[in-house]
Each structure stands twice: as C-alpha cells, then as structure tokens.
C-alpha cells in the first residue's frame, strides 16, 4: 500500500479526473458513500459504545483483519446481499453531527450525510462556515442536502450541543488544511473532543499536519479515520497514528498505482510488500544442500568493557537470523571476559597493546578480519575512543563488503563533517546506518523533535543524498534507500525501547546480508523480522514492558 503527501495525492487526484477523465463528483461520490458505510458498520456492529477502542488497530491498515464491507459473510447460493443502508431495518434513534468545512472535505461530509439518512440515521449537518462559501463539488453537495431536507445549523448562528447526539463526522479539514485549525473550526474540534462522542474522520482527523504526523492545537482525537483511496503520510507517522484511531483505507476510484509516477515512493511494509516489491523469497534463503559457508559470515567489530553484552547481543542476533558463521572482532585484553558466552560464536582479537581499548585496536586489522568474511557490522557498545572519525573513514573506503553502522559508530559518523560521509567516496558495496532518531539528529545536525517531526521525509532525504540505506528507529521505522524508496513497518510495539534492542537488530540486519540479501531487502526484511520476533517474546511473557533485548534474540 503506497503512503502519499497531500501534495502527491493532489496530483494523483489531477491525474485521475484530467487524463483518465474520471468526474470529480464521482470520487466524492465514492468518498462519502465510504465515509457512510463506516458509520453504519459502527452502528450495526455496536462499536459507538466501546469506549475501550480508543488507539490505532494498525492491522486494519496492514490488510490482516481489513473490514470488507457488507459481504463479509461467504455468500451462499441464494443469499441477498444488500447495501449496508438498505439492511438497517432498526437504526434506532442514531443522531448523528457531520461537521461541515468549506473544502472538499467538506463535500465528502455532505455525501456521506446523505447516505445516513438514507440509511434511516438522524443527521444534522453542522456548518463551519456560512455554507455559501462552499464551492465547486462541495457547494452542488450541500445543495442537494439542502433539497432532500437535511437539518443544518451554522457555528456562530445557532447554537451547537453535542450531548444528544450518537456520534461525530469530522469533514472539517482534510488534505488542503494548513497549520493550526483556526476559528470556528478551533471551537468545533474542542467541542467534538469534549463530547467524549465517538468521531469518524473523514481521509484524516482535522488538525493533524498529513504530511508529517505532527498535530496542531486543537486536533480531533477520532474512533476511526476513513482514509480516501492513499494512505496518508501523517496517518503512518506519530503522534498522529495516536489522534487517527483506527485506520480503514478505502479506494474511491483513484488508481492507486498512479502514486510514485507523482513523488516518491512510500509503502507501508507487510508481508505483501516484502514478497512483491522486495521480493524477498524466505523459501529460498536455505538451499537443501548447503553447507555453513552456503549461508555466510558476519565480521561483528563490536563491545567495550562495559557494553560487552552489545556485542553479545548483536552477534547471536546475526546467528539467530540464518547467518552460517559469525565472527565477533574485539580488542585482545577483552577476549578472555567473553569467552564461552555463546559458545557458537567465534572471536578473533584485535592487537590493542593490552589496554583493552578500541583506540589501540587498529583498522587496518579489522580490515584484515574482514577480507575472509561476508559482511563487516560495527558500532554496537563501541564507545568513543580518540580518533574514532578516522578509525570509521577507513573502513567505510577501504572494506569491500556490505557494511552495517550503528550506536557510537553514527556518532563518529556525524564528526565526519557538515556534507557528511559522502566526502568520503562512494563505496564499492551496499552501506546501511541504523540510527534511532537521536542518533539521526546528530548526523542530520538537528534536535531529536526536529527529527521526529518528519520521520520520513529526513529519513528519505538523507539516504538519497548520502547514498546508504538508512533504517530510522522508532515506533513505525522507516526504511530509506538510496534510490528515494521507503517503507513503514508495521510489526513491533513500545514494549522494545529497551536497552539493547537496537543491537540485536544490527546483527538480524547483518545476518541477512549474509545470505545474500541485498541492502534494501536485509534491511526491510530485518525490521519486520525484529518487530515479529519483539511480538512474539512479548506473547510468551505475556508483557510487552518486562521485554529484554536478548527475549527478541530467543523469539527469532
Ligand atoms: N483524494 C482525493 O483526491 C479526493 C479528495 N477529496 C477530499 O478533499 C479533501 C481535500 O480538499 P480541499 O478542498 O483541497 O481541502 P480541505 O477540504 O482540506 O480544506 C481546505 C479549506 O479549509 C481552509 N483551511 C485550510 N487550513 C485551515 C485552517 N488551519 N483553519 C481553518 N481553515 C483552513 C482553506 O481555506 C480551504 O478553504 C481531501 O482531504 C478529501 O477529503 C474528494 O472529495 C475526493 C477526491
Ligand atoms: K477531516
């Protein structure tokens, strides 16, 4: 499912009405009649009453348990199907509020309206503007409401209680909103939230930024977002995912395929995603013949004293990931603390002068390690040492394997100068970076809110520039290619913010380029592969907050 800016769904929008001649009353058409049936769902399923539904049930959105309108029973030979309105023989006495903005958002609003009262519904539309302000589609929408006898009240004519009411349209402000809702749609968002009633958002809640997920003050906290034919990037991104509720994408006739022809390239990454687009083939990650060097060798040049189990961490992970060998490259005076640990690791020490420390441990011997190894893997529990910068420079252009940096190595990565690491060549083979986003904001030489503010588009951005891959940590991480791609995984959950999570994933990442995959596969794939595993530890111990890192390890 591709993940879209306004603007790219402005012009995906263009596209569809000028050159596929589709009418934009159509699409509106589609969009209400959307918007409607969701209500109705929630009407006859009883879901105006749960309260207990108030976050984001991101498998809607991910296809799992998608909501496939009125047929989702099987049909048997002889069943009548009917329209959802057409079945609501009781709708009892449902009130409810379409709050109306002057756009197109609003227009979807009015359709809407008038399928629920098709539907039986009680409807009152309520105006944020003299409804003579309307325009174009919407304003042929609000006439045709008027015709049929919707009820309307004006914010600022008539006064507007929402306490009788069922529940709440949100049609106030869609993709055309810019900053902070002003106004009469202030006092309506407030007032919605007030009611404590259950808001159905029309494409996405009223006062969320849908390019970045930031949300203004005030925003509408919605039961369900009825996104309209693309996933929008603020919906994806938090903390608007938090004010969208759940997420039902509906297609309202717009080709879907038209989105990377009209800006970049998002999709939201599922098990679909990674077999099409990716094309990742698990089923051929194992040949029934192979050997242990079928399957590959991790270099891990990793730990200090006192982050040794980073190392550890990292190194079982790439094991645990399919990887056939895994050597973990440490300075000489540590090897003795970690021996037997895992005992199917293999160490190799680096000459350190017997001071135990990363600054005497050369790069050149590294390097060496390396050149019988698959792939080279380095930051976990690493530290600072003096000359950090030009250890990591030397590596990044003399090692001819794929490379993975993390943790402190992004750090002496972010030293390496305000163009960043681009200066120091093109290298022969893939690079990922794997920051979370305050290591993100060091490298990017902003603040960690900055950072978040924009998941996707820094991500995306700095990838393109500095040509890595580029994994950006965090609820809904962001995978970035080179090439101006980007994924959003959807597997994990806040139970994995826990110290050394991020370590296991450079080794799963590592231990997937092993076996052959490439930068943008290993890294999608180990993401989702991270959050599936963090899932299922959290299942087995039936917390998601007593989660440990080496839990995830055990769960792969
Ligand atoms: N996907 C599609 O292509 C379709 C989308 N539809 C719906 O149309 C909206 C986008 O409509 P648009 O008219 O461009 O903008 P809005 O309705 O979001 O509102 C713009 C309107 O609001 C005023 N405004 C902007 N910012 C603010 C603010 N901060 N405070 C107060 N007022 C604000 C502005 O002046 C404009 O007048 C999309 O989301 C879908 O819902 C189509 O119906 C089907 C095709
Ligand atoms: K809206």
Not at 333 to 356: C, F, N, Q
Request: aromatic content about 4%.
């Amino acid at each position: 499912m591709f993940i879209v800016t306004a603007e790219q769904m402005r012009a995906v929008d263009e596209h569809t009405i000028q050159k596929l001649g589709i009418p934009a009353a159509s699409l509106m058409e589609n969009a209400g009649r959307a918007i409607a049936e969701e209500v109705i769902r929630m009407c006859r399923e009883g879901d105006v009453d749960r309260r207990s539904e108030q976050h984001a049930c991101w498998n809607d959105v991910n296809g799992k348990r998608a909501h496939t309108g009125p047929g989702d029973r099987p049909a048997h030979g002889g069943d009548i199907i009917a329209d959802p309105a057409l079945v609501m023989e009781q709708p009892g006495d449902q009130q409810w509020y379409m709050l109306i903005g002057k756009g197109n958002n609003g227009g979807d609003g009015l359709v809407a309206a008038r399928h629920l009262v098709e539907a039986g519904l009680g409807v009152t539309l309520v105006y944020a503007d003299a409804p003579d302000a309307l325009r174009g589609e919407a304003a042929v929408q609000r006439d045709a409401a008027a015709q049929i006898g919707i009820p309307a009240l004006v914010h600022g004519r008539e006064a507007v209680d929402f306490s009788r009411c069922t529940g709440i349209v949100d049609a106030l402000l869609g993709t055309g909103s810019r900053g902070a809702p002003r106004g009469a749609y202030a006092a309506l968002i407030e007032a919605a939230n007030d009611s404590g009633k259950p808001v159905v958002s029309a494409d996405v809640p009223s006062g969320l930024n849908a390019d970045t997920g930031e949300v203004y003050e005030p925003c509408i906290q919605a039961r369900v977002t009825v996104c309209l034919a693309l996933l929008k990037r603020g919906l994806v991104q938090y903390p608007g995912a938090s004010a969208a509720g759940r997420i039902v994408v509906r297609s309202i006739g717009i080709p879907a395929r038209l989105a990377p022809e009209h800006g970049p390239s998002v999709r939201l990454l599922t098990e679909e995603v990674l077999r099409s687009a990716l094309r990742v083939d698990t089923g051929r990650l194992r040949a029934p013949d192979g050997h242990k060097g079928t399957y590959g060798h991790v270099l891990l040049a990793a730990g200090s004293l006192p982050m040794s189990g980073a190392g550890l961490l990292s190194a079982k992970a790439a094991l645990r990931a399919g990887c056939g060998l895994a050597t973990w490259a440490l300075p000489a005076a540590l090897l003795p603390h970690v021996i037997g640990t895992v005992p199917e690791l293999m160490l190799a020490a680096a000459a350190d002068g017997d001071s135990g420390e990363w600054n005497a441990a050369s790069a050149d011997a590294v390097l060496r390690l390396a050149e019988s190894r698959d792939v080279l893997a380095t930051g976990p529990g690493l530290g600072r040492f003096k000359g950090d910068t030009d250890w990591l420079r030397r590596l990044w252009q003399h090692s001819d394997r794929p490379l993975v940096i993390d943790a402190d190595a992004l750090n002496m990565l972010a030293d390496a100068g305000p163009t960043g690491p681009r200066d120091w060549g093109k290298r022969s083979a893939a690079t990922i970076l794997t920051p979370h986003p305050g290591e993100m904001g060091r490298l990017l030489g902003m603040s960690t809110p900055e950072v978040q503010r924009d998941r996707i588009g820094h991500a995306a951005r700095y990838a393109r520039e500095q040509g890595v891959t580029l994994v950006l940590k965090g609820a809904r991480t962001v995978i970035a290619t080179p090439s101006g791609e980007a994924y959003i995984n959807t597997t994990g959950h806040a139970g994995m913010a826990t110290g050394g999570a991020g370590d296991v994933l450079t080794g799963i990442i590592a231990g997937l380029l092993a076996q052959g995959l490439n930068a943008e596969q290993a890294a999608a794939f180990g993401v989702f592969l991270h959050g599936q595993a963090g899932e299922r530890a959290a299942l087995l111990r039936g917390d998601p907050a007593s989660l440990l890192a080496g839990d995830i390890v055990d769960a792969l």
